[in-house]
């Protein structure tokens, strides 16, 4: 009786020592996770060579060895079927309409901004290029009235990755792009303004992604904002007349600016004088050709071919708009015989 005690005992032992082994064995459900992939099911084992760079994964679309120059770019970021155009100027770009961009040059002040932006024009050409503004100036400005009458835009210093993405992250909608002398830099130039696949812009976020600016717009801004930006590209130089047809056709350029001063400052030659109007018509030439639009100074305004323009700054607006306000009124000063008035 004792003997059958003992062995019952024992056989106990030994069945919850078993149990206990079976289950330190089984792995728990963190580590089957991490053992299968988890959430990671098609991730690299731990320390082994996926052999990812010579095989695809069972389903993808791009199979054989990887090749950058034949991948089939994915519909992760395809705009909605049947999405429309939200942006203003492009629209009206589109349509052929003349649109005209105010040039808020000096002013970093957001309620200057928001009144200029509401003043009547189609977008606000913010000058980046000739003034010391910085992104941070100018992304408050955007962001204080986002829904101005006229879209932001910016022209920025020059063709870079760094200097287009703070304009476009910022919330830019028109980006013009100075001294485009080669199609090298105006592929660059496109590069940099536009998302993947037609471009290289980086997906960092900013401004531009905020319910406030551009978040809530229909189809969403990532999947949208390639239809709806504007590029333009300026023709300024001597070696920029002579690649003018390549770069305005280059897939992505909304419009070739013809610039007005530069083109003079380049050429030797002042508007009116033939060298100076046939430079002119060697941009006018290329977008016709390329069929973009035909950007200039407002002065052109009825000038062939020329749909958006370039207008004067917040400065000058000022002064126009307190003339017109004034009438015979204006400068009409008492002048005092003595004092820091008195006439000299």
């Known amino acids: ?18 149990v206990g082994a079976q289950q330190r064995e089984q792995p728990s459900a963190t580590e089957d996770a991490v053992a299968t992939g988890g959430n990671f099911p098609l991730a690299a084992k731990t320390g082994q060579d996926s052999n990812a760079k010579t095989v695809a994964p069972p ?15 994915g519909p992760a970021w395809n705009a909605p079927q049947g999405s429309k155009i939200w942006n203003p100027v492009k629209l009206k770009l589109m349509a052929g309409q003349k649109v005209t961009g105010g040039t808020l040059f000096a002013s970093s002040d957001p309620s200057t901004y928001c009144a200029f932006a509401n003043a009547g024009y189609d977008f606000i050409w913010t000058e980046m290029q000739h003034d010391a503004h910085n992104w941070k100036e100018v992304a408050n400005m955007w962001r204080t009235c986002p ?11 020059y063709t870079d990755e760094r200097e287009e993405q703070h304009a ?36 960092g976020g900013g401004q531009a992604f905020a319910a406030e600016m551009w978040g809530g717009v229909p189809g969403g801004y990532r999947q949208t904002i390639n239809d709806n930006l504007v590029l333009i590209l300026m023709i300024e130089t001597l070696e920029g007349l002579k690649n003018a047809e390549a770069i305005a056709k ?11 001063g530069d083109l003079g400052n380049f050429s030797g030659y002042k508007q009116g004088d033939p060298d100076y109007e046939r430079a002119i018509n060697i941009v006018h030439d290329a977008a016709l050709k390329a069929k973009v639009r035909l950007c200039g100074p ?34 009409t000063q008492a002048k005092p015989e003595v004092g820091p008035y008195a006439t000299k």
């Open 168 to 203: 476009l992250d910022a919330g830019a909608l028109v980006l013009v792009v100075p001294t485009v002398d080669t199609v090298e830099e105006a592929i660059e130039a496109r590069n940099w303004a536009y998302f993947p696949p037609l471009g290289k812009r980086s997906n």
């Open 250 to 260: 280059v897939p992505g350029v909304s419009a070739v600016f013809a610039a007005s």
């Open 1 to 18: 009786m004792r003997r059958h005690l003992i062995f019952a005992l024992v056989a106990a032992v030994v069945g919850i020592a078993a």
């Open 147 to 157: 829904r101005a009458k006229a879209v932001p835009g910016v022209r920025v210093a």
């Open 59 to 73: 389903g993808a679309v791009n199979q054989g060895p990887f090749d950058m120059n034949t991948w089939k770019y």
């Open 298 to 331: 407002l002065a052109w305004r009825d000038r062939p071919d020329f749909t958006c323009f370039q207008a004067g700054t917040e400065t000058a607006a000022i002064n126009r708009g307190v003339a017109a306000e004034l009438g015979s009124l204006k400068d």
